[in-house]
């Protein structure tokens, strides 16, 4: 045996992985396998037979065929950001972890066609800035973007900030490198605006949060590079109008608003209580307030008669059409980035007030006024005191529903009621035809909701996915759809 | 028996769609059906076993039941203006065509959400008109809109001119409403930006062509309304011009292009020719022409300073960099729409002059150029003397890419030579990464050539998929893949 040859162990089935990568990508001792175990918000604490981190697609390939033929389920992990415990195994400990993390070659970059052709490890802020280096814009942005990777984005549909002016991940995917659950390669990475030629195969995966497959590179769009951006926070004295307020800015700016971010007081005043460099830069308080970011990629419009004028006119017209009450424009990068810490520090304020129950929900964004009155009268209704801080991406229908305990009450006392202030919101959510998994998926944690409120026709049309493209079960099972 | 009741006929299955839908909603005379048996290029002429028309889902899913029960296949058809062959039924006489043209209610529309939810019957015509009326735009607009049908565009995930801003028609689906191959129907009419509450279906039924089941309604995106537009033709030396021409428009424009359509002179030559009103409006002849076209929805983008301004100064520069070497501005709503009848008519054009042998096919638009040198080496040096006509969405990186026959030849004995053109063609397409199937599908006349050069992996996965949802291969048998 030479001594590279690593001892053979008694389990037949890694010494078949650590044949394949090598035994430097097969991790099994609890130390090096345990930032793959957890995840973000502390609510699950997996375990794992291995964590196998393959360094190509072909090993890739070779891995998950490894584990079909031996009947052993595997969660695909990228950069282990996601919030809905779709990307940490279950506590059974018979999974296999695998991380996209040694894929990441930026395979291609056209700035001409537009398009970057990335490996699924890719971190997204990596490829925003190969993008920005061509002169071009990746338009997907979230707080986690120094850690999770494309594989992760593209699984969980990601959305973000950006989305009401370019969409969401799904939106940016042209084409994907699929290994499938029995350890074929589909190599699907079109980079065409149009492809007619065909089912439509790489949206059965994108956002499938690893249940059909492991995406192992993708071909993604690139957009002309922003030259220029401004920004501005109004305040609002009826939450009526933030919708006619979005109507008229997009209409005005020609459709270039590329952030429509709306807050409460209530937010505006934790924040600014508890978040250092966070203030109110209104001269009154109001009950509502909104954060409009507009961008051009046009030269010229960093200049006179550029952005910033347009942001100046729509406003001016707002204030005079009553649609806001008060509103401040950013006059450098610094005073943006400060009404964006605003917007940004709102989570984590929370966190000082006390235990904050979650919801990521959407409706259509002409129900968002009437969703937020009726589920705020029905919370505070089951639990007088509750402070809800409703805020987020209302441009896209998208409402971090976010509601903090009443003051001085026992957090923990406040937290076993998790469940059933979500069932209270997420029915008046299906009453309104929205949807109770906006952006972060359902994962784990929303498996049971989804069942008890989708239609059956429509889990049925799920479950015949899953089986068609899986039919061993093999890939996250118990995530998404069981 | 009441006079109402029809007399039984020796078709019991006639006899249950009859009591069904009524006896005016079932043509079974082959005047009544002919219309719904040829397709506008005269390529196939089908029979079937009747033609239904629902007036309502609960019937559409009544008649599916029906047809499943019986095991007979159905053909779902729009207008009846795909060009593939895709939306009539087989010779055999077999199939029952499902029409939709009475499923055709506008049932709600957002201008706040900016979303229609229409039946699959409404004309995209009336679509669009329904949606300027609300101060919005449905943004897909094609030659065929003023009889091709909602249903049939989500159908063939159609194309036409305003891709390169607003996407293909499967961007502007939220949401759909399918009676399913057995008759149940799914209620996914979602209207939600961001929804991530399990797999995307909807994106299975977009551009399957009427294989996975029928579409009675969907829930589309609308924009705010353009309220200026500035068009432009410009003369190129260089055809590798085009492609950097794209770029410096999508970036000096702020991504206002809604239109970038080549031509080369051979089309605009023929088109000056044979079709009434058309004429060259530049001096000299140049090789290669772009027509271009800015648009705004900002509010003083039809006055000074506005999209004719921006166009005007996007040509100033791109003749100062030699992007290119002449070009006319549209000073009125005639002088548009004249630029683009040159477009429009290009197709028309070339049937003066004698057989013309098409291919819709897309490449990355920055091999648009290398394409066309090396596809028009290879299929005039099988046929001298043939003459190419490469135009269409350069934007897109759509080529419809026409070839006229040489002058004086036979005309049957040209068209003759169609399978082996399409070999050259699409082999050289598939070399470079293109698709076959750009934006008219695959229909019936491109399975086989789709057999021949799609990847055996992702043409099991299109048939796992046809299974799953299709498992007695009732819906449009045949079409896509088999």
């Known amino acids: 045996?030479?001594?590279?040859?690593?001892?053979?162990?008694?389990?037949?089935?890694?010494?078949?992985?650590?044949?394949?990568?090598?035994?430097?990508?097969?991790?099994?001792?609890?130390?090096?396998?345990?930032?793959?175990?957890?995840?973000?918000?502390?609510?699950?604490q997996g375990r794992a037979r291995a964590v196998v981190k393959p360094a190509s697609t072909?090993?890739?390939?070779?891995?998950?065929?490894?584990?079909?033929?031996?009947?052993?389920?595997?969660?695909?992990?990228g950069g282990n950001t996601g919030l809905v415990g779709g990307n940490v195994p279950f506590e059974h400990g018979r999974e296999v972890v695998l991380s996209t993390a040694?894929?990441?070659?930026?395979?291609?970059?056209?700035p001409v066609n537009l398009t970057a052709t990335v490996e699924a490890g890719v971190v997204l802020a990596d490829l925003?800035?190969?993008?920005?280096?061509?002169?071009?814009?990746?338009?997907?942005?979230?707080?986690?973007?120094?850690?999770?990777?494309?594989?992760?984005?593209?699984?969980?549909?990601?959305?973000?900030?950006?989305?009401?002016?370019y969409g969401n991940t799904r939106d940016q995917v042209l084409g994907l490198e699929v290994v499938l659950p029995d350890g074929r390669v589909w190599h699907g990475l079109r980079r065409l605006g149009k492809d007619n030629a065909g089912y439509a195969l790489r949206h059965l995966f994108v956002g499938s949060e690893g249940t059909l497959g492991l995406v192992t590179a993708a071909t993604?769009?690139?957009?002309?590079?922003?030259?220029?951006?401004?920004?501005?926070?109004c305040g609002l004295d009826d939450l009526d109008k933030v919708t006619a307020l979005l109507r008229h800015a997009r209409a005005w700016s020609g459709d270039a608003v590329t952030a429509f971010e709306f807050m409460p007081r209530f937010g505006i005043e934790i924040t600014c209580r508890h978040m250092p460099g966070c203030a109110d830069p209104l001269e009154a308080a109001w009950p509502w307030y909104v954060l409009i970011e507009l961008s051009s990629a046009r030269?010229?419009?960093?200049?006179?008669?550029g952005v910033r004028d347009d942001l100046e006119a729509l406003l001016g017209a707002a204030l005079e059409a009553d649609l806001i009450q008060d509103a401040v424009l950013a006059e450098s990068l610094d005073q943006q980035a400060a009404l964006w810490r605003l917007r940004e520090s709102m989570s984590e304020a929370q966190g000082f007030?006390?235990?904050?129950?979650?919801?990521?929900?959407?409706?259509?964004?002409?129900?968002?006024?009437?969703?937020?009155?009726?589920?705020?009268?029905?919370?505070?209704?089951?639990?007088?005191?509750?402070?809800?801080?409703?805020?987020?991406h209302v441009g896209d229908g998208n409402v971090h529903y976010n509601l903090t305990q009443p003051a001085g009450m026992d957090k923990a006392a406040y937290l076993a009621r998790w469940d059933e202030m979500n069932r209270?919101?997420?029915?008046?959510?299906?009453?309104?035809?929205?949807?109770?998994?906006?952006?972060?998926?359902?994962?784990?944690?929303?498996?049971?909701?989804?069942?008890?409120?989708?239609?059956?026709?429509?889990?049925?049309?799920?479950?015949?996915?899953?089986?068609a493209l899986d039919p061993d079960g093999l890939f996250n099972p118990g995530k998404v759809v069981v």
Chains 1, 2 share one sequence.
């Open 58 to 77: 072909e090993e890739a390939a070779a891995v998950v065929a490894a584990c079909h033929a031996a009947g052993v389920p595997m969660v695909p992990q």
């Open 102 to 110: 040694r894929l990441n070659r930026v395979r291609d970059l056209d």
């Open 299 to 305: 030269p010229g419009a960093g200049a006179e008669g």
């Open 424 to 467: 209270i919101v997420h029915d008046i959510v299906t009453e309104m035809d929205g949807s109770i998994a906006a952006e972060h998926g359902v994962g784990r944690i929303k498996v049971a909701e989804l069942e008890r409120l989708k239609a059956p026709v429509e889990l049925e049309m799920m479950r015949t996915v899953k089986r």
């Open 128 to 165: 925003q800035r190969a993008a920005a280096d061509a002169d071009c814009l990746f338009p997907v942005s979230l707080a986690a973007e120094g850690s999770c990777q494309v594989g992760g984005i593209i699984a969980a549909n990601a959305g973000g900030t950006g989305v009401l002016r």
């Open 220 to 233: 993604l769009r690139l957009y002309p590079k922003p030259v220029a951006t401004a920004t501005a926070l």
């Open 353 to 392: 007030e006390g235990g904050s129950i979650k919801h990521d929900v959407s409706l259509p964004v002409s129900r968002i006024p009437a969703f937020i009155a009726r589920a705020n009268a029905a919370v505070t209704a089951a639990l007088p005191g509750l402070r809800p801080c409703p805020f987020g």
């Open 1 to 44: 045996m030479s001594p590279d040859t690593p001892a053979p162990t008694a389990d037949a089935f890694l010494d078949r992985l650590v044949a394949l990568v090598g035994p430097a990508a097969v991790l099994t001792t609890p130390e090096a396998m345990a930032p793959h175990l957890t995840e973000p918000r502390g609510l699950f």
